[in-house]
């Protein structure tokens, strides 16, 4: 059978299309580092955060030498810590963010950085951040979650290791 020379062209574009786009999404599946909020954080009765020893006092836990454990609880409409008062961390420090709600699904992304997770009731969603030189990062909620969700914004705060003092942590 004598196929013509331009439909082999269209063939093999289309085979290449074809080819690049399962590339496309195996990259974003697997490549780009991007998971599920799975149960590495454990779970937590979203009912009754206030009695939990972390969320009940959520803020900046240090958990070792220049390790420290942020608990943020994401509500309507706001990050606790992060919107009234800001989360601050020290610079050159590996930070690991535990996320959570009470009410509905929220997501907390630290803009201009790949760090970006969903905040669901009764899941902790767990983040590793390294921080460098001070500086200051937007904190968005990036998952619609009522009438002022564009509102939903924070900011954290890596302040110099001179200024840092122990009054920053909370426990
Ligand atoms: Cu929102």
Redesign the pocket.
Known sequence: MEIHRYEKIWLAGALLLIVGFIATVSYGAVGAGIAMVDDEGGQVDPASLDDHPRFGEPGTYQSGENEYDVYVVARQ?LFEPGTSEPIRVPAHSTVTFHVTSPDVI??FEIVGTNANTMAIPGQVATITVEFGEPTEYGLL??????SA?HA?EGKIEVVPQSEWNESMVVN
């Open positions: 409409f929220h997501g909620c990036n998952e619609y979650c009522g969700h939903m």
